[in-house]
């Protein structure tokens, strides 16, 4: 133990010179472990600066770790089995090689133990290397299985290691997220997979069950970020990629098997959704469920009471879960009751401002796209709709206008809407019923489109002109509004900015004198430059 | 067979004797072409056919040509005339000897002549010799000859022109005729046409003669009223006299290609002015308000763009014509030595500034007084020479228009003593400035000056630069554009804002905007994309933006200044309003500043639109998210607010009063537009001051809103929200007067609007017409032509038509040419038999008659 004093002298020196020198020195020591068990004390410098404060040195002392004990791993020098205590080692019937064996397993659990404390560590490098050298000690574990296989079931595969891993990367209290990004590319090994997702699932209920049902933002992101960056295989045919190769027994290992894949990862995410969640979550959640996490489940109907209680919650939630909704309905044979009616409802002004009215539009246009529905529905929308446009930006109203003119073109006896020759002449109140919540009573039938007429004097020379199309019969095809369903504002001004050559530039032709001068200046009415 | 040809050849004969109308009249000759139908207007010209006559024709062109040829056939030697033009029927036998005549000539000359180096021939000009008309002058021919030569030439006329007796006129018919029907020998025809030649200088002499008789009998006349004019005006006429002949064409000649005087416009009266500035404005307007309707723009747009509403004809028409016109002035011709001399701050005066501004530019008043001197001068001198003043002033335009941009220094300072206080402090400035390279160098140039100042230093460097000028000045002043704008830009920018300085810039800008609208586009284009990019780029990453800093404000009112903002579609305008309505949706308001920014951009918007009256739903967002916030109670709304306001949240009380006091001391004022970017209040009471002038600045708007949209059908659902804010949330609250009578005139104006509206129908079409009855008549040009494919199958149609019918041609004649041949060696062998059998039958009859003879001898003998 004398040297390790010494050591510990010695570090408290420069840091510069303690690091590099550290460096220089803990390779050379790993080198003399390995070489002869005499020097085996030495292991204590290395753990010694693995706690040190200087960032560089505990790198170097994690690479010496993970060169030692992998090397150690390698050569079966570490105690296999049930791990008797310290002092029972030395006081039981060992022989010298057993002891040594212990001593090392002792110095290697402790490391291991250090190294998951690293996990939560200011400094972003030791985070990574340590868990880059944890996941090489499980990789050693995997080959070289310290426990026996005799009552195993778990196919030699350092199962504890892994847990103890996940459960340090989901701190409740900082967010893990560059950390679990780095931790993405271990998850390519299928195995490896399997047990992160069965540990998150056992991680989950154990802090979740502790919080009770409370919400803990920060350790629900970094379970979310762990579990979003799962990417599952298609095929069981992909499941090639494993860290720890059984020799005997492969094909029964529930790791190499894909539908056990998908029952943990199914039960990982019912297992998280099961308790409440921040609304932000909700809206992650939602916006990858469709395509990330439904089509990996074994039963993705289990889905369905998150997404319905989702889409009880109303605004952009709602909006969200109707994509998951529709897939359910769509591939699954769900059978959503009142679901016109609820998505009538969604629709509101904030529809047009948020952030997923793209997704939302698309939706909607698939949702009505059936030829089935009902003419009061159709209706219904196409008035609710445009009674909305009157609050929309152009944006919106390039996506909109086409849109009630789908609903009018799918549902020919829709055009009352735009066209009611028989009511031409007597002059009568808009009818329709905005509080209504049940298109079936909200008459919109019996009323017009005026809010159109009125967006033909819209500013925007494109939207005027979108909303002109009414004052004519329309066209038989329908327009694809999915090219404008994503335009920006700034796209729509590059059209006028962009424009390749203007032949004349209109200009105003009332001298410009003053400032805040000239006809038609409000500005200046109620402003002064100052 | 073989009567057959003689009979046609009888035929020919016969038929050659007689004319064609005897033919035709001929029913057996005739042979009539049935139609199988009658085509009304259809003329056919092959209903009648001459069978006989077009097979005889086609016999004789046969014997002419094939049977030649049969008849050359396996000879090899041929005659070849070789004359010029003996095969070439065209040519008429006359020019034929005529070329030929020519042709001889020239041969035997060029052999002859060769060596004769002096002894050529005589070179004539118009039939007369050029030696003689060197040697002798024309007066001493006209008096020594005259007499002669008319004789002669009368003399020579008369016999061959009607003068001669009835035989000569005869014998010249006979000859014609014979000449008509026979053709002449070479010899009569060298005769006729020497004699020809020679007539016609004899003609051409007498001619001259009588000329030259005529003027001497009109000097003669010309003298005896000379010697009356010489009593008159004897000093005139020696002056009149002086100048020689070819003097005075020199002079006509001269006068021919000098400049004219051009008339000039006439001067318009005050009221004819006014009338066209009048009729001018409504062009444009007119012009505008098509635009709005997003009709197309015509060509002819472009050329109004250079005149300013109120024209100032200062210099910036870019391409006049440089020609000067004559002019005279003081009796001279002024050739544009003396100019007029302009100053360049001439144009300001013109532009009606107010009458603050030209206080503060004494020069300006002092140029004005210059050229009211000038002007009076040279109404002065030309007073003299009277019924030129239009001229003058015209000129005087001219040169105004060209001399303008050139900077004068020297008048300007040799007046220095009328108002020397002002001159002083504008001495430092200099009259020409070069355009600024660089923003850097338009910053230092204007740095240091007072507003007014740094206006007229641009307005300087536009002049000094004016593209007239110079090549590159274009492209300077368009950059010396884009320098302002940014400079516009920094001035908002600095703390405190110099927005004075922006305001006297404003003119200049508007200027060169007048001068360069696609520069301007430009620059205006490149300064908007940016902020929407930029907006665009914040609102990726956040989901919100701060509003426009006070720079862009200015900007898009800079827009709205110099660009017509009613357009269906600008370049400029749209993407502006767009920015707008982008800034309006996009940023959240959080403190009183937003607010401010906001209410800014509003107005902007509402001037935007005020005049096309086009519905900017995001204004009207704004304006209820306004009025929301200044709602205490927010419990039941009873309508929905749009982002970026919230119903309930940290900044939705913004406008909510701290103390209902402050409400009886405030009285409305105008907001600084700084209050935008920083805005310092300490205490509640001016916080609610500001509060409520922004509330009264709202509700302002929202009526003027209220009067834009009233025509919309959907006006009641627009205002609705506004409607139950106004009468059910803020009137309970406590608000000054004007608020209050402003919320209810609003409430008011909502209410009045008529709720009911007809259903919507599309629109009108024209009814699709009655199928007619009546034939519709094409006009056929191409008769037989084939219709109905494109072209190109029209044409190869056409043409595989064309080949089928020649061929088919072709094959008949190929084929009667080999009848025709056959007939004419069976001809041949015909004549050939029967000649053989003539001497087979004569040499049998003489053997007979032998015989004959020897058995009658031998019957004497016996």
């Not at chain 1, 002092?87 to 190294?115: N, P």
């Not at chain 1, 809206?283 to 989702?310: E, G, N, Q, R």
């Not at chain 2, 064609?20 to 009648?48: A, C, M, Q």
């Not at chain 2, 002798?136 to 022109?161: I, M, P, R, Y």
């Amino acid at each position: 133990m004398a040297p390790a004093k010494k050591r510990n002298v010695s570090s408290v020196k420069t840091a510069e010179k303690s690091a590099k020198k550290a460096k220089v020195d803990l390779s050379k020591t790993v080198e003399r472990i390995l070489e002869s068990r005499k020097h085996a004390n030495d292991v204590f410098d290395i753990l010694e600066s693995l706690q040190a404060e200087q960032e560089k040195e505990v790198i170097g002392a994690v690479a010496a770790c993970s060169e030692l004990f992998c090397a150690l791993l390698e050569r079966k020098e570490l105690f296999l089995g049930k791990l008797p205590g310290e002092e029972d080692a030395l006081s039981g019937g060992y022989s010298a090689e057993d002891k040594y064996r212990i001593f090392m397993r002792h110095r290697y659990t402790s490391c291991v133990e250090i190294l998951l404390e690293h996990l939560s560590h200011e400094q972003y490098d030791i985070k990574e290397s340590a868990m880059c050298c944890l996941m090489k000690f499980a990789a050693g574990e995997g080959r070289h299985p310290l426990e026996d296989l005799d009552w195993s079931e778990h196919y030699s595969f350092p199962r504890e290691l892994i847990q103890a891993l996940v459960d340090n990367l989901l701190s409740k209290a900082t967010d893990n997220s560059l950390l679990i990004s780095r931790f993405q590319e271990f998850l390519e090994m299928e195995d490896v997979r399997y047990y992160v997702m069965s540990s998150i699932r056992d991680n989950v209920g154990k802090v979740m069950d502790k919080s009770k049902g409370a919400v803990v933002p920060v350790y629900q992101n970094n379970v979310f970020t762990l579990m979003s960056s799962i990417s599952m295989p298609n095929q069981e045919s992909e499941l090639t990629n494993f860290m720890v190769k059984q020799e005997a027994k492969h094909e029964d290992w529930k790791a190499a098997k894909l539908h056990e894949h998908k029952r943990v990862f199914e039960r990982m995410w019912l297992g998280f959704l099961k308790y409440k969640l921040p609304n932000s979550m909700y809206k992650k959640v939602l916006v990858i469920l469709h395509d990330s996490i439904l089509p990996y489940m074994s039963k993705p109907t289990l889905m369905i009471d998150f997404l319905t209680a989702a889409y009880e919650i109303g605004g952009a939630i709602s909006l969200l879960a109707l994509n998951g909704l529709f897939v359910l309905i769509h591939q699954h044979n769900l059978d959503y009751p009142d679901f016109y009616k609820k998505l009538y409802n969604l629709l509101e002004p904030s529809v047009f401002h948020v952030k997923y009215r793209a997704r939302f539009f698309h939706l909607a246009n698939v949702f009505l796209s059936s030829s089935h529905l009902p003419v009061y529905l159709v209706a219904a929308f196409a008035k609710r709709l445009a009674r909305l446009a009157l609050t929309a930006p152009p944006t919106a109203l390039l996506v909109v206008l086409p849109f009630i003119y789908n609903l009018i073109r799918r549902h020919p006896s829709c055009r009352v809407l735009i066209h009611k020759p028989s009511a031409e002449d007597e002059p009568f109140e808009d009818p329709y019923l905005t509080d209504e919540e049940d298109p079936a009573q909200c008459r919109a039938l019996e009323s017009s489109l005026w809010e159109i007429k009125s967006l033909q004097k819209h500013y925007h020379p494109d939207v005027a002109k979108a909303a002109l199309l009414i004052n004519t019969p329309l066209s038989e095809q329908e327009d694809d509004i999915s090219e404008t369903l994503e335009v920006t504002t700034y796209e729509l001004m590059e059209k006028d900015l962009k424009q390749p050559e203007i032949k004349s530039v209109p200009l105003e032709f009332e001298t410009a004198t003053r400032l805040l001068k000239g006809r038609g200046d409000v500005l200046g009415q109620h402003f002064c430059l100052a | 067979m073989g009567k057959a040809p003689k009979k046609r050849s009888l035929a020919d004969k016969v038929r050659k004797t007689k004319t064609s109308s005897e033919i035709k009249n001929n029913p057996f000759e005739v042979k009539i072409n049935r139609k199988k139908f009658d085509v009304l207007g259809r003329k056919s010209k092959h209903d009648v056919g001459l069978p006989g006559v077009s097979r005889s024709k086609a016999v004789n062109k046969r014997k002419e040509t094939l049977l030649k040829e049969y008849k050359q056939k396996n000879r090899c030697s041929k005659f070849i005339d070789r004359r010029f033009g003996e095969y070439d029927t065209k040519m008429a036998p006359e020019d034929k000897i005529l070329q030929r005549f020519t042709m001889e000539r020239q041969r035997v000359h060029e052999k002859k002549d060769v060596y004769n180096l002096n002894e050529e021939e005589e070179l004539t000009h118009y039939g007369q010799s050029l030696a003689e008309m060197e040697k002798f002058n024309d007066v001493v021919n006209s008096d020594d000859e005259s007499e002669e030569k008319g004789l002669l030439s009368a003399e020579l006329t008369a016999s061959h022109f009607g003068g001669g007796g009835g035989l000569l006129r005869k014998k010249a018919l006979g000859e014609e005729e014979e000449g008509g029907q026979r053709a002449k020998s070479r010899q009569e025809l060298i005769e006729e046409l020497i004699q020809k030649s020679k007539q016609e200088k004899r003609e051409r002499q007498v001619q001259r003669e009588e000329a030259q008789e005529l003027t001497e009998k009109l000097d003669q006349d010309w003298k005896n009223i000379q010697s009356l004019m010489v009593k008159k005006t004897p000093k005139a006429d020696k002056q009149e006299e002086k100048p020689k002949l070819e003097e005075y064409d020199m002079m006509v000649r001269e006068l021919g290609f000098e400049m004219k005087a051009q008339p000039s416009e006439k001067m318009k009266t005050p009221e004819e002015l006014a009338k066209e500035e009048r009729e001018k404005l409504q062009k444009l307007e007119a012009d505008r308000l098509r635009r709005m309707m997003g009709e197309e723009v015509v060509e002819g747009a472009q050329s109004q763009i250079h005149f300013s509403a109120d024209d100032l004809n200062d210099g910036f028409i870019l391409d006049k014509h440089d020609k000067k016109t004559l002019a005279y002035q003081d009796g001279k011709w002024n050739m544009g030595e003396e100019e007029e001399e302009e100053d360049e701050a001439e144009d300001e005066e013109g532009e009606g500034e107010s009458s603050e501004e030209q206080e503060s530019d004494a020069e300006e008043d002092e140029v004005e007084e210059e050229e009211e001197e000038e002007e009076e001068e040279e109404e002065e001198g030309s007073g003299e020479d009277d019924g030129h003043s239009d001229l003058e002033s015209e000129q005087e335009s001219e040169n105004e228009e060209e001399e303008e941009a050139s900077p004068k220094p020297k008048k300007t300072l040799s007046k220095e003593e009328v108002k020397a206080q002002q001159e002083a402090a504008k001495a430092e400035l200099p009259y020409t400035f070069a355009a600024p390279e660089s923003y850097n160098d338009l910053k230092d140039m204007l740095r240091g000056h007072t507003s007014d100042n740094q206006r007229l230093i641009v307005a300087r460097t536009q002049k000094s630069n004016h593209p007239s000028l110079a090549v590159g000045n274009k492209l300077k002043l368009q950059k010396l554009f884009g320098f302002l704008l940014e400079y516009i830009g920094e001035l908002a920018t600095r703390s405190p804002p110099e927005l004075s300085t922006i305001d006297k810039l404003i003119p200049e800008v508007y200027a060169l905007c007048q001068m360069f609208p696609d520069a301007a586009c430009k620059a205006m284009q490149s300064i908007l994309g940016d902020a929407a990019h930029s907006m665009e780029e914040t609102l990726e990453v956040k989901g919100h933006a701060a509003f426009p800093t006070l720079d862009m404000l200015i900007y898009l009112k800079v827009t709205a200044l110099l660009f017509p903002t009613s357009d269906f579609r600008h370049p400029v305008t749209t993407p502006a309003l767009l920015f707008i309505s982008q800034a309006l949706t996009k940023c959240p308001v959080r403190s009183l500043q937003d607010l401010t920014s906001g209410l800014v951009l509003c107005s902007l918007g509402v001037e935007y639109v005020s005049f096309s009256k086009r519905f900017l739903p995001e204004l009207i967002n704004f304006l209820v998210g306004t009025l929301h916030l200044a709602v205490q109670d927010k419990a039941s709304l009873g309508y929905i607010v749009v982002p970026p306001f919230r119903a309930s949240g940290k900044y939705s009380d913004l406008l909510v009063l701290s103390s209902s006091e402050s409400c009886r001391s405030w009285s409305k004022k105008s907001l600084p537009l700084s209050a935008t970017q920083q805005l310092d209040l300490e205490n509640d009471p001016d916080r609610d001051t500001h509060r409520l002038t922004c509330l009264s600045t709202c509700l302002d708007l929202v009526k003027r809103c209220c009067l834009l949209y009233k025509d919309l059908p959907s006006f009641t659902h627009i205002f609705q929200p506004i409607r139950t804010l106004l009468s059910k949330h803020l009137s309970t609250q406590t608000l000054p007067e004007p608020l209050q009578e402003l919320s209810s005139e609003i409430v008011e104006a909502i209410s009045s609007t008529p709720v009911t509206q007809s259903a919507l129908v599309f629109d009108k079409r024209k009814p699709i017409p009655l199928k007619l009855l009546t034939p519709k008549i094409v006009e056929v040009l191409d008769y037989g032509k084939k219709r109905g494919s494109t072209r190109e199958e029209r044409e190869k149609e056409r043409l595989k038509h064309k080949y089928k019918r020649e061929f088919k041609g072709a094959l008949r004649e190929i084929r009667k040419d080999s009848r025709f041949l056959a007939r004419e060696k069976l001809n041949e062998v015909m004549n050939r038999d029967a000649e053989r059998k003539r001497k087979v039958k004569e040499l049998m009859g003489s053997l007979a008659t032998q015989e004959g003879e020897w058995k009658s001898l031998k019957r004497k003998k016996k």
